[in-house]
């Protein structure tokens, strides 16, 4: 307990100087302006990092195991078949059919009732095995993902870079109209969230385990799929799908934080997640001024980082 | 005391569970003995809710199971499957505390600290207790989650195989602490054994299931007798007394 | 007797799948345009099934295909790879290229699936799917470099209506492959028994996982070269065969086979009909027809 207060420590004063170099580094003459530019994507980072900390670590929980994170489950094709549909029908006139706003509750929504969706067709079939839920769901996302890329096909070149800014996360064109309803979201959901926490240190111990002690199995794992799917939608469509991202920080904060505790492990990855984000858009941004969104580095990273995972660990 | 009325089960076409009426004693050790695929391990799941059952109902101290809460139930019965290979960075000690989950959640009282103590002692886990789970040996992480089920401290313990993958130390270690359980602490246990000696040595009744259907249930005398085996398993075995316990040899 | 009625089946279909959609037919059109388009299709759906039940005779998983064990990405990273570096260089080097980057990710994903085997059934091709995000993700840090993301999405969407002679012969490459799989075919399931299974029954492990590794890359990198991912088809196609017809491999492999030509015939003929005159390409009919197939498939069973 006591190396973990200390990594804990030491993940909050790492915060704490990520924040403070990318927000005061370089600041140029205009530094009133920069600041409010730079505020704008700290909060998107921190925000973002917390949905993408507590949902990944809580799926992993759920599907027991370290390898997969919950975009995979099909959010991701569904808001790209969104973005991508939207475009494909509106072309470069896309930004005055529709508001961020629109776009931002349309993508939203989307996703949400595709989870839905997903959720009533597995549970009422009467099937509650989660990796059938997950499979659905991935091949669902390879159709959404085959339409999107006919439809791309058939874009004008000049309108597809509006999809293909949309396909990568990106923090440099946040909406501040969107972030503090996000936020809100995002707080209300960490309150229900934090509060259940013991009962993810439960399910932790597998299906068996989880009703011996008492747990409404199938009543626990809905709820936190159903936040799970609120988070992941929330921060795709605030700033992009982001892959990966997830993969790499519940691993590597396991890694930091040997613990089975999961208000220790969540607030931790959220410390990481907001740490590896801000030092990974530092440095594309300032030092070497790359227009690569900083998702495709991240994805990237996971990626390399997850096949390291795979081909290290003994067994699975 | 727990009650199985007219049980059934069928996956697909297959028959599992075939209108099985059972009542279990209280503060005895019942043993589930019967060939594979005889429904032992799945009439313990639907005993102890793992799984839903196709018809009939279970009974625990006169309450039908789906009426209880969950929380409730699991102050008073709990089930140990076979499969607990969780990679958790997890102690002993902290994993035998989940066995006060249904009563306290996370916020362990003084009460649970001292259920959680005793439980480690009953199963002699004290110089281990803050060993992680996963660099225990089978035999070890076997005890550990026997102290959490003691730790859970409910009348009724299911367990399901337990002596599977354990030494032949290990496994009279383990049937002679569901012993003490039941004669010390009085504890109804319900077990599925493989091992027709092991049921013999240590259990009070035997239920001998048969392609899903109760064959016979009887205390054990009467049942570890050679006419009722060879029907229950359909191979000659003979049975010999030895100080006073009768032994089984099926290698004939 | 069933082969025999696919057969026929086969053949009916191949002639439609020649004379379909437009109005005056040449003999010219028909020998330029027609005839190797029929040959590619029939050929990448005897390739691509045929590969789907190597692979799942290999990881002894009904749901492990070329697009769920990551095999279409690491064809198309191959294909990236490529043309980012040596752009000019010919259709060989660019198939070498493919081949080999299919070959070393199905070593990488034989050996996840290996430490992973024992879990529930559908695990391993979630794996697959993360493992193939993972190449994608990696092929696309390189498109977006390079600005040629768009471009990339094009080559991979599965479509033969830009087959002409002289641009498809790659294809060919399939055939020994799929005949080496015929000869081989029991043996791979006795491989995907395990390491010692096999050396117990005096197989050599490394050289049949080998061949049939190879043979799947040298099929996939061929078809995705000459058409672009055609997905789901080795999913869906081995295992609907053996829900009908069982599991014995001698006997339902050629059925395999040609289901797998009917389907993508069908699928074709579909794609050039619904939009006429123009065309869908074949990747999105058998995206849509292959989900749908393969989501019944999975809710319906157990």
């Known amino acids: ?316 | ?252 | 007797m069933r082969t025999l009625i696919l057969t026929l089946v086969l053949l009916v279909c191949a002639v439609v799948s020649l004379f379909v959609g437009v109005a005056d037919i040449s003999m010219a059109l028909i020998s330029i345009s027609r005839i190797p388009r029929t040959v590619a299709l029939i050929l990448a759906g005897v390739g691509m099934s045929i590969s789907g039940v190597i692979m799942q005779q290999m990881t002894q998983n009904k749901f492990v295909a070329p697009t769920t064990a990551g095999t279409l990405e690491a064809a198309k990273m191959g294909l990236l790879i490529f043309l980012i570096f040596i752009p000019t260089a010919g259709a060989a080097l660019k198939m070498l290229f493919a081949f080999l980057f299919t070959f070393i990710a199905s070593l990488i994903f034989l050996a996840i699936v290996r430490k992973i085997r024992y879990r529930n059934v559908v695990f391993v091709p979630l794996v697959g799917l993360m493992f193939g995000g993972i190449i994608g993700s990696i092929s696309t840090f390189f498109a977006v470099r390079m600005n040629i993301v768009q471009d990339t999405n094009a080559w991979m969407m599965g479509d033969f209506s830009g087959i002409l002679q002289g641009r498809y012969e790659l294809i060919y490459l399939s055939l020994p492959a799929i005949i080496i799989t015929y000869l081989y075919a029991n043996k791979f399931t006795v491989v995907g028994m395990g390491e010692d299974f096999s050396r117990n029954l005096g197989l050599n492990y490394r050289a049949i996982m080998n061949i049939g590794l190879f043979c799947v890359s040298l099929t996939v990198s061929a078809v995705v070269i000459t058409a672009g991912a055609i997905p789901f088809l080795g999913l869906i196609v081995p295992n609907v065969v053996s829900l009908l017809f069982g599991d014995n491999l001698k006997k339902t492999l050629p059925l395999v086979a040609l289901s797998g030509a009917i389907f993508l015939l069908l699928c074709d003929i579909v794609g050039r009909i619904v939009i006429y005159p123009y065309e869908v390409p074949i990747g999105v009919t058998v995206s849509i027809i292959g989900a749908i197939i393969f989501l019944i498939l999975i809710i319906r069973k157990r």
């Open chain 1, 1 to 316: 307990m006591k190396g973990i207060k200390k990594n804990f420590l030491i993940t909050v004063l790492l915060l704490l100087a990520a924040v403070t170099l990318y927000l005061f580094y370089n600041m140029g003459s205009n530094w009133e302006f920069a600041l409010r530019l730079r505020g704008v994507k700290v909060a998107a980072i921190i925000v973002v990092s917390c949905c993408v900390a507590y949902s990944s670590v809580a799926f992993q929980t759920l599907t027991n195991n370290r390898i997969l994170t919950p975009s995979i489950m099909g959010f991701e094709s569904v808001y790209l078949l969104i973005q991508t549909l939207i475009v494909f029908m509106y072309g470069d006139l896309t930004f005055q059919v529709l508001s961020g706003w629109g776009n931002f509750l349309l993508s939203v929504l989307g996703m949400i009732g595709f989870a839905f969706l997903l959720y009533i067709l597995i549970y009422k079939k009467g099937k509650d095995n989660l990796y059938l839920l997950l499979l659905v769901g991935i091949i669902l996302g390879t159709l959404f993902n085959s339409l999107s890329s006919f439809m791309q096909l058939l874009i004008d070149p000049s309108d597809y870079f509006i999809v293909q800014g949309k396909m990568f996360a990106t923090f440099n064109k946040i909406n501040r109209d969107l972030l503090w309803p996000s936020a809100g979201v995002l707080v209300i959901l960490l309150v229900v969230g934090f509060r259940t926490t013991k009962y993810l240190d439960v399910l932790a111990l597998g299906r068996d385990q989880a009703i011996n002690l008492g747990l409404n199995y199938n009543r626990a794992v809905q709820l936190f799929l159903v936040i799970i799917a609120i988070l992941v939608s929330v921060s795709t469509a605030l700033v992009g799908p982001i892959t990966f991202l997830g993969l790499l920080v519940t691993n590597l904060t396991y890694e930091l934080f040997k613990t089975h505790r999961h208000d220790v492990i969540i607030a931790a990855c959220c410390l990481v997640t907001a740490v590896t984000l801000l030092s990974g858009q530092f440095v594309m941004e300032r030092l070497f001024h790359l227009s690569i969104p900083v998702s495709a580095i991240i994805n990237l990273v996971g990626g390399l980082y997850f096949m390291f995972l795979l081909l290290r660990v003994r067994k699975l």
């Open chain 2, 1 to 252: 005391m727990i009650e199985v009325k007219d049980i059934s089960k069928h996956y697909g076409r297959k028959v599992v569970l075939d209108g099985v009426d059972l009542q279990f004693p209280i503060g005895k050790i019942t043993s589930l003995i019967g060939s594979n695929g005889a429904g032992k391990s799945t009439l313990l799941s639907i005993v102890s809710r793992l799984l839903a059952q196709d018809g009939g109902v279970v009974m625990v101290d006169g309450k039908n199971v789906t009426d209880y809460k969950n929380k409730v139930l699991a102050q008073r019965l709990s089930i140990l499957k076979q499969s607990n290979h969780v990679r958790l960075k997890l102690t002993v000690r902290e994993l035998v505390s989940f066995g006060r989950f249904p009563y306290s959640q996370d916020k362990l009282t003084d009460e649970d600290n001292e259920k959680v103590d005793r439980a480690i002692h009953f199963l002699d886990l004290e110089d281990i207790k803050d060993a992680y789970i996963d660099e225990l040996s089978g035999g070890q992480k076997q005890r550990a989650y026997m102290a959490m089920v003691v730790a859970q401290d409910t009348d009724y313990v299911l367990l399901d195989e337990p002596l599977n993958n354990l030494d032949m130390k290990h496994s009279v270690q383990t049937m002679k602490t569901l012993r003490r359980l039941a004669d010390e602490w009085k504890k109804t246990i319900i077990i599925v054994l493989h091992d027709i000696n092991f049921a013999s040595h240590y259990s009070d009744y035997i239920v001998a299931l048969k392609d899903g259907k109760v064959k016979y249930c009887d205390t054990t005398d009467n049942i570890i007798n050679e006419k009722v085996l060879e029907d229950v398993f359909d191979i000659k075995i003979s049975v010999t007394e030895f100080n006073s316990k009768k032994v089984c040899n099926y290698f004939m």
